[in-house]
């Protein structure tokens, strides 16, 4: 963890153009700043990118509306968008939240799925060599949490040779790591380590203090020892490109904090503690009235008993309609190109038989998580012919090549096993060739291929959850996302189960009843 | 005899992996003429019959039929030979109807496709031409619902829908029962009523007594004898006719 450091040369510059001329810019008129920032939000869209998968307390959704997110940081960004409609005169200006894998961030940032991070990205050096931060909006420090019983661990120094819990790509990973600890367990998700923890998998976990305490509070499984450590700072993301945006952010933070409606928000969600103090940077005294204002504090609290069965099946379901949909589109894909692949394949001219052999082996070889990361996150990056997919083009482009490959091959062998003699009393009718595959051929080909087929489209019906990883949310994902913020993970998995069975079986029993059945005229 | 011949091969020679099937065959089909075609298996009947409509390619001669002649190194979809099948029609021993349609769909298909009739066109003369080969009650019956000789009706069908003026059999009546084989030998005799040209490759001894106007005797890939019935099936010039015959008729 590096000791916080003063953000950006850009801000104090900023904060000094303020202080010395903080009137002359308004009876100007608008800044050129201000006119070019207005032309980039023209959409009256921020979007910002989070990952409510087991983001409480900064984000999450909420049991009393599921499709609602709620957390200190949907907090934050209200305030910050009320701030910024009054300070660029944009009354129409609303958020949008795009959700994201958390390690991912950085990447999605990047390729502009949103334009701002806003996700306890802590401010360290790793992450300022992929983006620009605002200023801090928040002080964490670490928090060490133990079982209830653990008699050995006094201090994180106690831990280097035990099995310690922490959340990838975040600070407390790196301070773990420059500490030595030699057993460190980071998974993509920050309830996951105190789950480990109360099964016994891991021997203490470290991190955010905002993270232990909404995971642990209250629960008398847990305990937190030791002095709180490596004190740090969670900022805004955005990209370098963007520091018109970048200073108006500041400039709205500053008043939030001046005004004393940061304090608000933290104390309602219980995350105030004198460290806040910090945020006024000591040399702003204006600010800091702002965090030392009185604040009544409402009490949230979230549990599990909540999330009832009429709370999260709707998210289920709707889910579990983007897994359909996207399964039937990248189908109807996979047989489109399978076809075309299938018939260069048997009657093309050599080259491009052999291009589309080619194809076959390629899709069948490489795996469809390989293909879909890069088609979302490399692609973009090819020279001359790269291009920018959203997240759904890319799966169904994903999907649709990669199972293209194994139609063709159904179309195939299902065209050859019609008959030769099939072809014969086409052409002895006039037929030309295409006409007779047209006709004859293909028709009964499809038929037998219907069978295969249905089994692959109850495959990919399964396979669709690897979408999760370019940041699509369908069934798996969806679960993932609400078992993590209820913590029932049984309960809500065996819905998802249902859901999937519900969907592939009748499938399955069709592509039986296809495959048996369907001879011409047999009823 | 002055007519001009409606098929002529001339020289026509086939080879498979250098065994010659066919050895230089020449022969001249006057129109509305019965060709009976026999001899032993193997002796290269269907070879020379699916030489006609090129659906076998020829390694030498050629096929003539009207306007259009077929040589060596032609393909199977030439043009053509596309042209010539829209004179010659052809049955085949197994059938080979589109098991995807009915006996109607079978009939109608070619018509609409190939020749550009409209739906309502095609479907009143298959009806008609159904109704003639005794199927007027199976239009909307799929292959796999009719019998064996139904099925070979619908195929007789299915090629007079386009009109020939030649019609190939191969062995059109040998995957039948026996009760079954006059439902389609009687269809054929209708059709010599009506002077189609019939080529017919055939193990039916009586019926191309009766029927045929001419036999034609393919042994070894060579025409060994070519006569009227009551010369090449009563009184065979050749020992290798007879042979063939006594085998036949035990
Ligand atoms: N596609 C092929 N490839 C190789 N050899 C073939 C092919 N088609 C036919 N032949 C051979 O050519 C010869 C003549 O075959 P053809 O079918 O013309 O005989 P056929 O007189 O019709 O006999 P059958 O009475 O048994 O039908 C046979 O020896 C057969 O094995
Ligand atoms: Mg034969």
Redesign the pocket.
């Known amino acids: 963890m590096k000791k916080f450091a003063p953000i950006s040369l850009r801000f104090f510059v900023l904060v000094a153009i303020l202080a010395v001329a903080p009137t002359a810019a308004d009876l100007q008129g608008d800044s050129p700043r201000v006119v070019r920032l207005r032309d980039r939000l023209a959409s009256n869209v921020l979007r910002w990118g989070g990952d409510a998968e087991g983001g409480a307390p900064f984000q999450f959704h909420d049991p009393e509306q599921p499709d609602k997110l709620v957390g200190f940081e949907v907090d934050l960004v209200d305030a910050l968008v009320e701030q910024l409609r009054s300070q660029l005169d944009l009354p129409q200006l609303h958020a949008e939240f795009v959700q994201y894998d958390w390690v991912s961030l950085p990447l999605g940032l990047e390729k502009q799925d949103f334009d701002l991070i806003v996700s306890g990205l802590e401010i360290t050096d790793e992450n300022r060599a992929k983006l620009i931060f605002s200023r801090p909006y928040y002080v964490y420090s670490l928090a060490l949490t133990v079982r209830a019983d653990e008699t050995r661990v006094k201090s994180v120094e106690d831990c280097l040779k035990l099995r310690v819990g922490t959340l990838s790509g975040s600070a407390a990973q790196t301070y773990l790591q420059e500490l030595g600890v030699e057993q460190i367990t980071a998974p993509d998700g920050q309830i996951e380590s105190y789950q480990d923890l109360a099964l016994g998998r891991v021997d203490a976990v470290l991190l955010d203090l905002p993270i232990a305490i909404y995971n642990t509070a209250d629960d008398p499984r847990f305990k937190f020892v030791g002095p709180r450590v490596g004190q740090g700072h969670y900022g805004l993301g955005l990209r370098p490109t963007d520091d018109d945006l970048a200073a108006a952010i500041d400039e709205a933070l500053s008043e939030l904090i001046r005004t004393g409606r940061i304090r608000q928000i933290y104390a309602k969600w219980k995350m105030w503690n004198e460290d806040q103090l910090q945020l006024a940077s000591g040399d702003r005294p204006a600010e800091a009235a702002g965090l030392r204002g009185a604040t009544e504090a409402t009490v949230v609290t979230t549990n599990r008993e909540a999330w009832t069965f009429s709370r999260y099946a709707p998210p289920l379901f709707a889910a579990a309609g983007v897994t359909v949909a996207l399964t039937f589109v990248s189908m109807a894909l996979a047989m489109l190109i399978g076809l075309i692949v299938a018939v260069c394949r048997l009657y093309g001219p050599g080259p491009i038989r052999w291009l589309a052999l080619a194809y076959v082996e390629f899709f069948r070889g490489i795996p469809l998580l390989l293909l879909l990361t890069f088609l979302y996150y490399g692609l973009p990056h090819v020279p001359y012919m790269g291009v920018d997919l959203a997240a759904w083009q890319a799966a169904i482009i994903g999907f649709g090549l990669n199972y293209a490959a194994f139609e063709a091959e159904i179309y195939r062998s299902s065209i050859q096993s019609v008959p030769r003699g099939q072809w014969e009393a086409a052409r002895s009718l006039g037929m030309d060739d295409m006409t007779a595959f047209r006709r004859v051929i293909f028709p009964q080909a499809f038929r037998t291929a219907l069978g295969p087929m249905t089994n692959d489209f109850v495959a990919m019906f399964k396979d669709t959850s690897l979408v999760s990883v370019i940041a699509v949310v369908e069934l798996t994902k969806q679960y993932q996302i609400l078992a993590r913020t209820s913590l029932k993970f049984t309960e809500i998995g065996l819905l998802t189960a249902a859901l999937y069975l519900a969907m592939s079986i009748p499938l399955g029993y069709l592509a039986r009843y296809l495959e048996e059945n369907w001879n011409f005229g047999h009823k | 005899m002055t007519q001009p011949a409606i098929v002529e091969l001339r020289d026509v020679t086939?080879r498979?992996?250098d065994?010659t099937?066919?050895d230089a065959v020449s022969i001249a089909i006057r129109p509305g003429e019965i060709t009976a075609m026999i001899?032993?298996?193997?002796?290269?009947?269907?070879?020379?019959?699916?030489s006609i409509n090129g659906l076998?390619t020829i390694d030498g001669g050629e096929v003539i039929v009207g306007e259009n002649r077929i040589t060596q190194n032609a393909t199977q979809s030439n043009d053509a030979a596309r042209r010539i099948r829209r004179t010659v029609g052809m049955v085949f021993?197994d059938f080979q109807l589109f098991p995807h349609l009915t006996a109607l769909g079978n009939v109608c298909e070619a018509p609409i496709r190939v020749a550009g009739k409209s739906r309502r066109e095609a479907e009143s003369r298959g009806r008609e031409l159904l109704k003639q080969v005794g199927l007027g009650e199976r239009f909307d019956h799929y292959p796999s619902q009719l019998s064996g000789g139904q099925k070979q009706r619908v195929a007789i069908a299915r090629a007079l829908a386009m009109d020939p003026q030649v019609l190939l059999c191969?062995?059109i009546t040998c995957a039948l029962d026996p009760e079954l084989k006059h439902e389609v030998l009687d269809v054929l005799e209708d059709l010599r009523r009506e002077g189609l040209t019939l080529i017919m490759?055939t193990?039916e001894i009586g019926f191309a007594r009766r029927a045929a106007d001419r036999v034609v005797v393919?042994a070894g890939?060579k025409i060994v004898e070519d006569g009227p019935p009551a010369q090449v099936l009563d009184a065979p010039q050749t020992e290798r006719t007879q042979r063939f015959l006594q085998n036949v008729l035990g």
Do not use: A
Request: aromatic letters at 4%; a positive charge; proline letters at 4%.
């Open positions: 086939k498979y992996h065994k099937i066919l001899g032993p298996s193997g002796g290269g009947k269907s070879t020379l019959l699916r076998n021993q191969d062995e490759v193990h393919l890939g």
